[in-house]
Structure formats: structure tokens, C-alpha cells
């Protein structure tokens, strides 16, 4: 599949028995005060369920085996590197001392798991008519359709009528079929083709004390990490993208309402954090903490991510006044391109927000937005309502830097807007961002300028982009990338060199209207050097 390779008891002494025997009782007495050792489990494509899973080399293999499992707090469970999963992941509960671990094991790429159907076969598709094709039937809504890794996706109409331009599909709910529009076969004029069905990828509704550490989802049209009532859940070195679409439910005047954020705290949720990860291409919010029923929310961290074209990077709401929220943190994240994503241009109402602050009549306190780089939103970095916004004074806007174009909108605050040439006006009526700053961005620089490397070695180029205010920040993820000469240096996404054949060539990177180079000097292999050099995503 393209994206995945893309992306990817002793014995005792027999003087020794007769003593055994008479202390068993004690012995056994003392062990069951002990707490109980946790257990590690293996997962990988070429495993087998039947196979105890506690070793490498007796994994299981599906991710229904593993949500079979009553897991014990403490236990890990680690999916093998460079594998995919498709299908929903739903974890169990650890306790206070002990949370339940999913993380990853091996080398290369992030282990998948995809809410989505491969439909890549030229027999998955029937022809319904002229330039129309379909596939299914579904388990479910198809919300999206990906085609080569988010190259393209579909358009998702709502009348079989409107299939009637190239990617336009509509999903038919009596025979759970897609109908898509193309000239030709798409399995003929796509090599990828991922039909994303609206459930949330990891389904975690009640679950407390779990962690999340290295995994990567992708291509569900519900929620990424989704559910309400949640407590001490740890999200951490994960990637999500291309997420969210689906149909939602249906106003009584025909609208059609579509969902989907990367990771969403639902209603009674507290002492949950996210933190180190990079999330981008969602249909709404990247991150989210909101409720719509009497709920507390409250200890909620969101720390050290990077965001980038997802509708809103960050979406807040709590309804109604006999709710709670306080303690939120939203902290050093970089928030890059609201609005620029796959799901702007399907929206009736196009936003592109970083902070969408929607009307908030739970009582609110100690909320904080601090420390964070917002640059280019669509339409403004914060939209607020500000008439229906309980407990403004406790949201805490302060050292941000925010990077937006001098014709764009900048904040909406209520039915007050204000552009960047007005930052200082609203600093002053809002009593928010007093210690922020409005930057532009001044230059961006690719290190190491020069990289050396043998055929077969791979390294990535990191690129720093430094602003008017002088704050430096890692834009290595939101860059696009282009080598003088592939057949010398191949690029993969995020940056990573591979060295093809001796040569040399210069790897361009390029975010917003700047520019960086590398050059790139590929040897021989050295004879009797081996394979190339490990490269492991982070």
C-alpha cells in the first residue's frame, strides 16, 4: 500500500524441595500481596492470533484480537513499526497508578491504523453509467475519499444528481455504496484510493488511564481519538491527518452537517494532555475540549504540538451555564496554514481559524493560551463570541507571536474585527495578548546547508524559520520540498534525503513566500559498508 511504505522460571535445587513445600503457603501468601507484574503484547501484520503475543517473534495480528483482549493496568501493547491496521482501536482503562499503554516497537515508520477501505483494484469498481463508478457496499457513511496519500480528495455531494464532475462522490445510505465521478476506472487513474468511514478511529468513551505514544491514524471521518467522559488520557508522539467529513446529521431545512477533529475531549473530561504531536488536514479542529450536555471539564493540556491546515487548530465550546470548565492549557504549540486543507473549499461557511472560540455559557475559569505561534489563517487567527462568552475575563491570551497578512482579518471579537495594522487596539480593548507580539517572517534557513551521504544513506534536512521578533521555530513539517535532481537525492515527506546514485544536487524547501537550500553530495557506497544507514520517524 502506498501510504505504508511511505510513511510506515528457574528450577530450585533438589536439596532444596522439602523446604519449598513447607514454606509454599507463606510464599504464596507474600506473592499475592505483591502487585502483578504487567505484561507486553505484540502486534504485527505477519503475526497470528493464535500466538501468545507476549514476544517479537509470537505476535498477534489484528487489531480485533487486540480489543478482544481484557488488558490488566500496566500492561503494553505495541504495535510493529512500518505495519498498517485498518478498523477501530478500542482501549481499556488502566487505574491511578498503572495506565494501559498502545505504542509501537521495531524500526521505520510510525505504525497505521486507518479508519478507512482500500479500494485500489480495478475489479472494486462497477461501472454505473457513463463516468460513473461504484464501489461498496460500506459498513458505514463514507466521509471522505483520499486518493494518493492526500495528493487529491473527493468532493462529497448529497444528491446522486451532483456526481457530475471529476472526485465529486455521493454516498448512498440505502445500499451503502459510493457512486464516484471519472472518465476511467479510478483504480486506473489513481494508485491509491482510500475510502474513509465516519467512526472514530480510536473509539475511547469512558476510558481513563490510557496512553497513546507513536502511533499514527489516519483517514477516518469521524474523530481521530473521539468519546466522552474520558479522565487521565496521555496522547503523545502521535500523527493524525486526514480526519474528519462525515455526515453528521441533517437540519429539518435540509442542511447537512459534516464533523470531524483530530482529537476531542467530549463533555466530563479532566487531567487529559496532548503533547508532541504533529496533526494536519483535518475537516474541523486539530484539538478540541467541548461539551453540550450539564459536564466538567477541567485539567486539560495541550503542549508542544504542531498543527497545520486543519479548519480550526484549536476549537473550544461548553454549553450549557450548568457546566464547568477551568484549568485548560493550551501552550508552545505551532499553528501553521487554518483553512489551507483539503475540507476549506467543501465547506458551506469556508472559515480557517487557529482560536475558534464559539459561544461558551459554561462557567469558565483559569483558561490559558500562551506561548504559541499562529501564522496564516484564512480567515483570522481568532474568532470569538464575545456576546455569549462566559468567564472572558479568565481566558488568558499572552505571549503569542501571530503572523497573518496584512489584508487579512486578524481577530474577530464578536462583531468587532480588527486587521494586523489594528493589533495594538484590540490589545487595548480586549485587555488580551498584552505581552504578544504581530511578527513577519524574515528568513529561513535548511540545516545542515551541506550534507555528505553514500548511496543507500538517508537524512533529514530541518528547516528553522525566524521571525521579525527573533523567535526561531522548526517549520521542517509544514515545508514543501523539491530536489534539482531525484535520481541523486530522493525526497520523502518531512524532508528525508535518500542518496540514489553518486552525484550531486541542491534540496529546495519552501514556506510561505521564503525559500531555503541544502546542497546535497551523494559518494559510493563504500565497499563492505553494509546497508544504509537507519533512518526512524520521529
Known amino acids: 500500500m502506498t501510504l505504508t511504505s511511505r510513511l510506515h522460571a528457574a528450577s530450585g535445587e533438589p536439596s532444596r524441595v522439602l523446604w519449598l513445600h513447607a514454606m509454599w503457603p507463606l510464599l504464596l501468601g507474600m506473592v499475592t500481596c505483591l502487585p502483578l507484574v504487567a505484561a507486553e503484547y505484540y502486534v504485527s501484520n505477519a503475526g497470528d492470533d493464535g500466538k501468545p503475543g507476549t514476544d517479537p517473534s509470537g505476535p498477534w495480528r489484528t487489531l480485533a484480537k487486540v480489543n478482544a483482549v481484557p488488558f490488566a493496568p500496566g500492561d503494553t501493547v505495541r504495535f510493529e513499526r512500518g505495519g498498517a491496521w485498518r478498523g477501530q482501536l478500542e482501549p481499556r482503562s488502566g487505574n491511578e497508578k498503572q495506565p494501559i499503554t498502545y505504542t509501537a516497537y521495531g524500526e521505520g515508520p510510525k505504525p497505521l491504523l486507518l479508519g478507512s477501505v482500500e479500494k485500489n483494484g480495478r475489479g472494486d469498481w462497477q461501472q454505473a453509467g457513463p463516468s460513473l463508478w461504484r464501489a461498496g457496499p460500506f459498513p458505514c457513511d463514507v466521509g471522505n475519499i483520499v486518493f494518493n496519500d492526500g495528493t487529491v480528495c473527493g468532493i462529497k455531494v448529497w444528491r446522486e444528481s451532483d456526481v457530475n464532475a471529476p472526485d465529486k462522490f455521493w454516498y ?10 471519472g472518465q476511467r476506472c479510478p483504480a486506473e487513474t489513481y494508485e491509491d484510493i482510500e475510502c474513509a468511514l465516519t467512526r472514530h478511529i480510536i473509539s475511547q468513551g469512558g476510558r481513563s488511564y490510557v496512553v497513546y505514544d507513536g502511533l499514527h ?16 488520557i496521555v496522547v503523545r508522539h502521535c500523527d493524525l491527518c486526514f480526519i474528519g467529513g462525515g455526515h453528521q446529521y441533517t437540519t429539518p431545512g435540509g442542511h447537512h452537517v459534516r464533523y470531524g477533529n483530530g482529537i476531542e475531549f467530549w463533555d466530563s473530561a479532566h ?4 503533547e508532541h504531536c504533529r496533526i494536519w488536514d483535518i475537516y474541523d479542529a ?27 487548530s484549536f476549537e473550544y465550546w461548553n454549553r450549557p451555564e450548568t457546566s464547568t470548565t477551568h484549568d485548560i492549557y493550551f501552550e508552545d504549540n505551532l499553528c501553521f496554514n487554518a483553512g489551507q486543507g483539503w475540507s476549506n473549499a467543501q465547506r458551506p461557511w469556508r472559515a480557517g481559524v487557529h482560536l475558534m472560540f464559539f459561544s461558551n455559557s459554561a462557567k469558565t475559569q483559569r483558561f490559558f493560551v500562551r506561548r504559541n ?15 455569549h462568552w462566559n468567564g472572558l475575563e479568565e481566558l488568558i491570551l499572552d505571549e503569542n507571536v501571530y503572523c497573518q497578512p496584512a489584508d487579512a482579518l486578524l481577530v474577530g471579537w464578536g462583531a468587532t474585527t480588527y486587521k494586523p495594522d489594528a493589533f495594538a487596539a484590540y490589545q487595548q480593548r480586549t485587555g488580551k495578548d498584552a505581552r504578544s507580539v504581530l511578527a513577519t517572517l524574515r528568513s529561513l534557513a535548511a540545516s545542515p546547508a551541506r550534507m555528505e551521504l553514500r548511496v543507500g544513506q538517508a537524512r ?18 509544514v ?26 544536487a541542491a534540496v529546495t524547501a519552501a514556506f510561505d513566500k521564503l525559500t531555503a537550500a541544502a546542497s546535497i553530495v551523494v559518494r559510493p557506497q563504500e565497499h563492505g559498508s553494509g546497508s544504509a544507514e537507519k533512518t526512524r520517524d520521529p
Open 217 to 232: 491514524l489516519a483517514y477516518g471521518t469521524a474523530h481521530g481519538i473521539g468519546g466522552g467522559g474520558t479522565h487521565h
Open 373 to 387: 505561534v499562529f501564522h496564516a489563517a484564512k480567515h483570522s487567527a481568532i474568532n470569538l463570541d464575545a456576546a
Open 479 to 504: 515545508c514543501s520540498f523539491k530536489s534539482s535532481d531525484a535520481k541523486v537525492a530522493a525526497l520523502n515527506p518531512g524532508g528525508l534525503v535518500r542518496a540514489a546514485k553518486p552525484g550531486s
Open 286 to 312: 486539530g484539538l478540541t475540549n467541548q461539551g453540550g450536555g450539564k459536564n466538567s471539564q477541567y485539567n486539560i493540556t495541550y503542549r508542544n504540538n504542531v498543527i497545520w491546515n486543519c479548519e480550526y
Open 172 to 181: 448512498d445510505p440505502k445500499q451503502k455504496t459510493v457512486l464516484l465521478y
Open 460 to 477: 533529514p534536512v530541518k528547516v528553522t524559520a525566524t521571525y521579525s521578533n527573533g523567535v526561531a521555530v522548526d517549520v521542517t513539517n
Open 271 to 274: 487531567d487529559n494532555l496532548v
